[in-house]
């Protein structure tokens, strides 16, 4: 018995050394991060240098063909590696030198764009390395449709492969005509064994030998800290995302970060390759209530593939707490006890030690796989608590070898929206049952850094197609929170028939123009003559009736965005008059192209006066003004109509200044009417533009007009800083505007936020009033934030304070609250074609698109 027990001791602690040895010896690493389809070598957003693909693949196939997208959707962080692509028609292999006994990881990168004479809608196709199969009739177009994501990205880790050629195998789907296989990334890094036997729930007596297993991974989120991008993970170029989208019900916890001076120690069975510090100076825990603690789970909820094994890591690192049966926890996967008690600091005896925890679940029957935390009664421990740092979601292949779920349809607001627009589904072929589960999955993201972005929450459930009665393929771990509408781009009513339908959705108050008309103001669309590229299409100066100067934006055929944003710009500005809004003149419909023509604006974007061009800055005052009128414009659509109009995109480039400098609300694509009487809130699916989005939306897909109050006070920020809502170049905290603004208040230090060029010209109080004004319109919760008229009347009162100083307050907050009794009295402007009192003029206004679009 003795030396049975002695023989465990050995056997454990070789092991152990095995696996010390393997995660801190990684001399023999390398990777390949190929750009497909580029000649050469191009810096993505984060630094990363990726190279082309053309050596890895056999010169003498002619089965590729390289292309370049000709749309940039503008969610994509970074042009590199999705706007150029690689073609396959035929079985066409990627091969690549490699070590036979490292596991490695394959990130594959896909943007549904169109290429050339290739429509993405049309490319099904399977991906195989070494008997695994990654994806099986894979489509990223209904995938991207279905995630309302504008790329994707699908990540593998494979074990070691006994030979030293990876071989990437691309096959086009012989069940559809035309279809083709394409990528536009690939990723392979060499990776140490990361994994090790772990534990069966519902099976105590049971473990499954992951490291022998080929694995896609779902999710991978940072528990109560930001995005984390693939430079800052630890040399294996992860990405982390948010929990937040994923977390079940109003209970969120709290989220707290250990002080910077605090180091993480990693313990000696343990290093940064499980996970970077980052994941590990963050959490989430319940909250300091016990009695509240004692009511709930801290739950999340991941929508996964049916009849498929799930190893879960658990990431735990306690910087709170200091001694053990402080705060011991129960783990439930899908209802059943993973763990009776979790307690991080007995694990690891001290503060800021990192651990892990895995455990393997086989998911059958229901596609949702819950992970809650409740804290143990038995043991009594001082703090009725729970805590997680960090948690990812692994797929195990089947015996067969397979990581491959079924494609995903689209959830029924997007199939609705496509049956409004009368378009035919890309994936209800006849060769196919029109059968599917409909996902929902999203995370949160910053461009370049981080970010929100957006959620589609765990929607009912179909079947698949061609997936004989399997269960979904949710795989969008990779969370793009784009502002991409989803609706396919189909003409309204056929060739030349246009003018009804226009004149139908704009009550008869929306000018029908002709395309020759069009072609002839714009000089048959010179390319000279373009002012602005967007995510709708192309913006042309142009000139109607004799020499009456307009902006004319048109269409791309290619966008994703069309009829949807076309019906919704008619419909509301047609009835819509104000001095602070866009006015629409008319449009067209013909031939094919949908073209909406609005006056034109001498001085573009509000954008385009801050930053990033070489136009003169603008002067406190008129950053002022503009921002009275932006908010004169906004209030009327929340108050002023016969319905509360919710703008959900408002940013500096959907503010427009005309040649008087009179600022115009424009951009109405994305525009939702507001909850009626016996509402509080419009349940929708997530749009908006990243930096701007308001966080409670985001997490709920509940939709106020305080979304619209969230996405101001960014513009505020902007005005104030003259920097972006989000700029990657910067360091991590200070990426996100509206995050970095909120921390300088809190620490009473934003004078760092100030544009230079108004540093000398703001007095005081008017600098304090609008912080503050611009800090409550972020606040989390939209319940804490001011209404837009309120906010309106803020900055009537800071332009009073900088326009005399020397007033007394009470004067000044008289003469703030006449003009905006006088704005209220111009609240009665009527829809439908009246002039508003207040537009004494003729001039509208056009939309002048950024070139980054929405």
Not at 225 to 238: C, E, K, M, T, V
Not at 506 to 528: H, M, P, V, W
Request: aromatic share 10%; charged share 20%.
């Amino acid at each position: 018995m003795k030396f049975y027990t002695f023989l465990v001791i050995i056997t454990t602690f070789c092991s152990l050394l095995s696996k010390v040895y393997s995660l801190t010896n990684v001399t023999n690493s390398y990777s390949f991060v190929l750009s497909c389809g580029a000649t050469s070598n191009a810096t993505d957003a984060d630094g990363r240098i990726w190279s082309p693909d053309s050596t890895y693949f056999p010169s003498s196939s002619g089965n590729s063909i390289t292309s370049k997208a000709k749309y940039q959707d503008p969610s994509l962080i970074s042009d590199i590696p999705y706007m150029t692509a690689r073609i396959f028609k035929n079985q066409t292999t990627y091969s690549f030198p490699v070590s036979p006994k490292s596991r490695h990881w394959i990130r594959l990168h896909f943007y549904p764009s169109s290429y050339d004479n290739f429509n993405c809608s049309s490319s099904f196709f399977s991906v195989n390395i070494a008997g695994f199969t990654l994806l099986n009739n894979f489509s990223a177009s209904i995938t991207a449709q279905a995630l309302t994501q504008a790329y994707i990205i699908r990540e593998f880790t494979l074990v070691p492969l006994q030979t030293s050629t990876l071989n990437i195998t691309f096959t086009p789907s012989s069940a559809y005509n035309d279809s083709f296989a394409f990528i536009n990334g690939i990723e392979i890094v060499s990776m140490p064994e990361i994994f090790e036997p772990a534990p069966m729930v519902g099976f105590s007596d049971q473990t499954t030998e992951t490291q022998a297993s080929s694995m896609q991974t779902m999710f991978r989120l940072n528990v109560g800290g930001q995005y984390i991008p693939a430079n800052n993970d630890s040399s294996l170029g992860r990405i982390w995302y948010d929990d937040a989208p994923y977390l079940f019900g109003a209970s969120f916890g709290i989220t707290s970060a250990a002080n910077n001076s605090m180091k993480i120690s990693y313990p000696s069975n343990l290093t940064n390759y499980i996970a970077p510090e980052d994941v590990y100076r963050t959490a989430r825990t319940m909250g300091p209530n016990a009695d509240v603690n004692r009511n709930y789970n801290l739950t999340w909820i991941f929508q996964v593939d049916t009849n498929f094994t799930y190893l879960v890591r658990l990431h735990f690192c306690d910087f709170q707490m200091k001694r053990m049966n402080q705060r011991v926890f129960k783990v439930f996967l899908n209802n059943q006890t993973a763990l009776e008690e979790a307690d991080v600091i007995g694990w690891s005896s001290a503060q800021n030690v990192p651990a892990y925890k895995d455990f393997v679940i086989y998911q059958t029957g229901d596609d949702d796989m819950w992970v809650a935390l409740h804290p143990t009664d038995e043991t009594k421990a001082q703090f009725y608590d729970a805590i997680l740092n960090g948690l990812e979601i692994f797929k195990i292949n089947d015996t067969k070898g397979n990581l491959a779920g079924p494609n995903p349809v689209p959830s029924p607001p997007l199939a609705a929206a496509d049956t409004d627009s009368q378009s035919k589904p890309a994936f209800a072929s006849n060769k196919t049952s029109k059968k599917g589960i409909i996902v929902g999955s999203v995370a949160g993201m910053t461009a370049g850094l981080s970010i929100v972005v957006v959620v589609l929450a765990c929607v009912k459930r179909r079947k698949n197609i061609n997936n004989g009665g399997n269960k979904s393929s949710r795989g969008g771990w990779l969370p793009i929170y784009s502002s991409r509408s989803t609706e396919t781009r189909t003409i309204i009513s056929g060739k030349s028939s246009g003018s009804s339908h226009i004149s139908n959705i704009g009550g008869g108050l929306c000018r029908y123009f002709t395309l020759a008309e069009i072609k002839q103001g714009t000089k048959n669309f010179d390319e000279s003559r373009v002012i602005g590229v967007g995510g709708f299409g192309k913006v042309y100066r142009g000139e109607i009736d004799g020499g009456t100067m307009v902006a004319i934006k048109r269409a791309n055929p290619s966008s994703e965005q069309g009829l949807h944003e076309f019906q919704t710009e008619i419909e509301l500005l047609s009835k819509l008059r104000h001095r602070h809004l866009v006015s629409l003149i008319g449009a067209c419909e013909e031939n094919d192209e949908m073209i909406l023509v609005y006056d034109y604006m001498a001085n573009g974007t509000l954008r385009e006066h801050l930053y990033k061009h070489n136009k003169p800055p603008l002067s406190w005052k008129q950053r002022l003004d503009i921002c009275i009128g932006a908010a004169r414009g906004l209030h009327y659509l929340h108050t002023g109509a016969r319905y509360t109009i919710i703008h959900r995109d408002v940013k500096t480039t959907n503010i427009l200044v005309d040649d008087k400098w009179v600022a115009k609300v424009s951009d109405f694509g994305l525009s939702k009417t507001g909850p009626n009487l016996q509402q509080t809130h419009v349940s929708t699916m997530v749009k908006g533009s990243f930096g701007y989005l308001d966080p409670e939306y985001f997490r709920r897909q509940q939709l106020t007009e305080k979304s619209d109050v969230y996405s101001f006070g960014v513009v505020l920020f902007e005005v104030l800083s003259g920097r972006p809502a989000l700029n990657a170049s910067l360091p991590k905290e200070q990426v996100s505007l509206a995050d970095w603004a909120l921390h300088c208040h809190r620490k009473n230090t934003t004078m760092e936020l100030m544009d230079p060029h108004i540093k000398g010209e703001i007095i005081e109080e008017c600098l304090k009033q609008f912080i503050d004004t611009a800090v409550s319109c972020l606040s989390d919760h939209g319940t804490d934030r001011p209404s837009m008229g309120s906010v309106l009347w803020n900055l009537e009162y800071c332009l009073q304070l900088q326009s005399d100083p020397d007033e007394p307050k009470m004067v000044a907050e008289q003469k703030a609250n006449d003009a905006y009794a006088m704005h209220k009295e111009l609240l009665t402007v009527a829809e439908e074609g009246k002039e508003s009192a207040e537009d004494s003029t003729d001039t509208v206004f056009s939309q002048i698109v950024n070139p980054q679009g929405r």
